[in-house]
Structure formats: C-alpha cells, structure tokens
C-alpha cells in the first residue's frame, strides 16, 4: 500500500497535472480549429464534428510537457517551502521522494503511446472525413458572401445564390490540359458521399473545352467535379508512414522491402541484358534512371517505415525522461513560483529534447543513423536526469 508521503506527492501531481493538461489541451484544440477554420472555412455544425477528432491529436502533444510542468512546479515548491529537506532530516531517502513522480511518468508513457497511435489511425482520418463531407457547405457559403469561390481544381463564380441554387454559375474545372468552361442558367452542388465526389447540376448550359469541345445543352445535366488528393480520403497504399497505425507498419515494411528488391532485381536485368547487347548507353539511359529513381524512392519509403515506430515509442516515453530531469532539477532550483520553476526546469528540457529529437529524427530518416537514432534525446536527458538524481541523493 502507497505510504501517506506517496500519496500526498501524487495528489499534488494530480492536481497539477490535470489542470495543466485541460489548459494546454483547450489552447491545442483552439490552434487546431481556428486554423482548420481559416484554411477551409467550416461551419459550426463541422466544428462540433471535428472536436472529437481532434482530442487525442492534441493530447498527444500536450501529456509530455503537462506531465514535466506539473513535476517541475510539485517538487520546485516543495524543495523552496522546505518540505523536502524536512523528509530527508527525518531519515527518508531523496530516492523514496522521487519515486511516485518516476512511477506516475513511467504509468503515464503507454497511455501517450496509445494516444499518439489512435490519433493515427482515428483522429487524422476523421479530421480528414469531416472536412470532405463539408466540401459542398464550404463552396456555398463562400459563394453566399464572395460570389466565388476558388479551390482545388475547380472554380465557381455566380450572379447570386438563393438556397442551394446558383444563378448563372461560370464553372472552371483544371485537371490537366486544357480547362473544362461551363456557363448556365442555374446550378447547384451535390456530394455523394459514399464514393467521395462531388456532382455539378447544370440547367441550360454551354461548355467550353478550347477547339476540342463545344456545345450547348437545354436541359438538366449533370457533370462530375473531379476532387483534388487533398479531399479525399486516401486508400491503405496511399498513406505515408507517419499516417499509419503501428499494426500496419510491420506489414507494410515487408510489403516495401519486397518491391525494393524487385526494383533492384529489375535495374539489374536491364543491366546485365545492355552489356549483353553491347549498348551500355542504355545503362544510363532514361529507362536506367528511372529505374534508380524507383529503387531510391523505395528505400527512402523503407526507412521511414523503419524509422516510425521508434519515433513513436520515443515520443510516447518522452513522458518519463521528461519527469527523470525535470523532478531533480526542480528540487535543485527550489523555487515555489511556478514562472520561475518553468524557466529553471520545464524550459531547458523542453528546448534539450526536442533540438536533439529532430537532429535524431533527421539523421535517421537520411540513414545517418540507425532508427533507433531518435531515442538520442531521450537517452541523453536520461543521463543528465540519473547524474541529478545522483547528485540529490548525495546532498
């Protein structure tokens, strides 16, 4: 059973640690609407959807650095007060003080972990949903106070909007080669949602297509709004590594390495066949250099697969080394004051860290260092972190 030492310095955490993370997650989720909000113009109703979505990408971010202010301030206030050198002249080792912090962080680290993988694999995809079945709300609703509007490959200027229906709508569709030019009498907007497309309904209208196409139709037709890549919800093959739950990761990695051998295979074949025939120009040819862009288009895919899930254990454990450095060094400063403990503790570390994650990060990604190269910033705050700890058991 917890001592009552135990259970006083996790209360306190607690205490911290949840008024903290509601603040940090509120300002994370207003950052993240309001620029959802100004990127792609949603209405109330998409907001309301789009919270849910959003939570667990926000907690993600928000759990390491709640988890060390909370520490930070905990510990900062009880070495100013006094109370710790209270506890240690009673005969209870610096250690024993430490250890529900420590333990808190090390609980805290899979919880993180998990976050960060539902965010993947449920957050992102239905921030991405919500934001494409609110495409034919966005269009209206700039057309309503522009008269235009101007997005992903296509554009729509119109007279008036009454309702749903468009008053002699100018619709430009771009999707490689020459424009698609519609004029009308009146229009509207239909998403089907099932197959992630947009429809445009046209009464009396003309279309344009340079000297390729020309005509006139009088009557109700309908004609289909080719969505840009940014719409629509990507397929299992279209997602990049860092947008793929870890249960797929695994499976997907083999799948890479097996098409980087058969590029290679490939490039090799046509190698050996153009010193066969004597025409080693074909070696450098345009077919050779595709085939090499192929093959390093594929390792630098494999690397990245490679390289996530330990970026994503070591984000997830970020918690612990955070609360490893961040414990001792408060007890050091011993200040109760909350500015002052974030400028001696929670600052320095959150600077540390992440400067050597995305140098770790980077090396990584370019095979500079192995994948578990991302770990530097931890393993180095846990050094500094063991030497403090050190250091307060020894005062």
Same mark, same amino acid.
């Given at each position: 059973?917890?001592?009552?030492?135990?259970?006083?310095?996790?209360?306190?955490?607690?205490?911290?640690?949840?008024?903290?993370?509601?603040?940090?997650t509120?300002l994370?989720?207003?950052?993240?609407?309001?620029?959802?909000?100004l990127?792609?113009?949603?209405?109330?109703?998409?907001?309301?959807?789009?919270?849910?979505?959003?939570l667990?990408?926000?907690?993600?971010?928000?759990?390491?650095?709640?988890?060390?202010?909370?520490?930070?301030?905990?510990y900062?206030?009880?070495?100013?007060?006094g109370?710790?050198?209270?506890?240690?002249?009673?005969g209870?080792?610096?250690?024993?003080?430490l250890?529900?912090?420590?333990i808190?962080?090390?609980?805290?680290?899979?919880?993180?972990?998990?976050?960060?993988?539902?965010?993947?694999?449920?957050?992102?995809?239905?921030?991405?949903?919500?934001?494409?079945?609110?495409?034919?709300?966005?269009?209206y609703?700039k057309?309503?106070?522009?008269?235009s509007?101007?997005?992903?490959?296509?554009?729509?200027?119109?007279?008036?909007?009454?309702?749903?229906?468009?008053?002699?709508?100018?619709?430009?569709?771009?999707q490689?080669?020459?424009?698609m030019?519609?004029?009308?009498?009146?229009?509207?907007? #239909? @998403?089907d949602?099932?197959? $992630?497309? =947009?429809y445009?309904e046209?009464?009396? /209208?003309? %279309?344009?297509?340079?000297? &390729?196409?020309?005509?006139?139709?009088?009557?109700?037709?309908?004609?289909?709004?080719?969505?840009?890549?940014?719409?629509k919800?990507?397929?299992?093959?279209?997602?990049?590594p860092s947008?793929m739950?870890?249960?797929?990761?695994?499976?997907?990695?083999?799948?890479?390495?097996? #098409? @980087?051998?058969?590029?290679? $295979?490939? =490039?090799a074949?046509?190698?050996?066949f /153009?010193? %066969?025939?004597?025409?080693? &120009?074909?070696?450098?040819?345009?077919?050779?250099?595709?085939?090499?862009?192929?093959?390093?288009?594929?390792?630098?895919?494999?690397v990245?697969?490679?390289v996530?899930?330990?970026?994503?254990?070591?984000e997830?454990?970020s918690?612990?080394?955070?609360?490893?450095?961040?414990?001792? @060094?408060?007890?050091?400063?011993?200040?109760?004051?909350?500015?002052?403990t974030?400028?001696?503790?929670?600052?320095?570390?959150i600077?540390i860290y992440?400067?050597?994650f995305?140098?770790g990060?980077?090396?990584?990604k370019?095979?500079?260092?192995?994948?578990?190269?991302?770990?530097?910033?931890?393993?180095?705050?846990?050094?500094?972190?063991?030497?403090?700890?050190?250091?307060i058991?020894?005062?």
């Amino acid at each position: 059973m917890p001592s009552r030492l135990t259970r006083y310095i996790l209360a306190e955490v607690m205490k911290i640690f949840v008024v903290a993370l509601v603040v940090l997650t509120t300002l994370i989720l207003l950052i993240g609407v309001g620029r959802t909000l100004l990127k792609e113009g949603l209405g109330p109703l998409a907001v309301g959807q789009l919270l849910p979505y959003l939570l667990p990408v926000s907690l993600q971010h928000a759990f390491p650095a709640t988890a060390l202010f909370s520490v930070s301030c905990v510990y900062g206030r009880m070495a100013g007060d006094g109370e710790v050198s209270t506890i240690k002249a009673s005969g209870i080792s610096p250690l024993k003080i430490l250890q529900p912090a420590l333990i808190f962080a090390f609980l805290l680290s899979p919880v993180a972990l998990v976050l960060s993988d539902l965010a993947v694999s449920w957050g992102r995809p239905g921030i991405h949903r919500v934001v494409m079945l609110s495409i034919e709300d966005i269009v209206y609703r700039k057309m309503e106070s522009q008269r235009s509007y101007i997005g992903k490959g296509f554009s729509i200027y119109v007279r008036d909007v009454e309702g749903r229906v468009m008053k002699s709508p100018r619709i430009t569709i771009s999707q490689g080669g020459t424009p698609m030019k519609f004029k009308a009498e009146e229009g509207r907007l #239909r @998403l089907d949602v099932e197959n $992630e497309a =947009l429809y445009l309904e046209l009464t009396n /209208s003309s %279309l344009n297509r340079g000297s &390729e196409i020309q005509g006139y139709i009088p009557k109700k037709e309908s004609y289909p709004i080719p969505l840009a890549d940014g719409w629509k919800t990507p397929t299992a093959d279209q997602l990049r590594p860092s947008e793929m739950p870890l249960r797929l990761i695994a499976t997907e990695r083999l799948r890479q390495d097996q #098409r @980087l051998r058969a590029a290679e $295979e490939k =490039l090799a074949a046509h190698t050996a066949f /153009s010193l %066969l025939t004597s025409r080693p &120009e074909e070696i450098v040819g345009v077919s050779g250099q595709q085939m090499v862009a192929e093959i390093n288009h594929s390792h630098r895919i494999l690397v990245k697969l490679q390289v996530e899930p330990w970026r994503r254990w070591s984000e997830g454990f970020s918690c612990f080394f955070f609360v490893l450095i961040g414990a001792p @060094l408060a007890m050091i400063a011993k200040t109760s004051e909350y500015w002052m403990t974030f400028a001696k503790a929670f600052l320095p570390t959150i600077l540390i860290y992440y400067s050597l994650f995305i140098l770790g990060l980077d090396m990584a990604k370019q095979s500079v260092f192995p994948p578990y190269g991302v770990w530097i910033g931890n393993a180095v705050l846990g050094v500094i972190g063991i030497g403090l700890v050190n250091h307060i058991r020894r005062c």
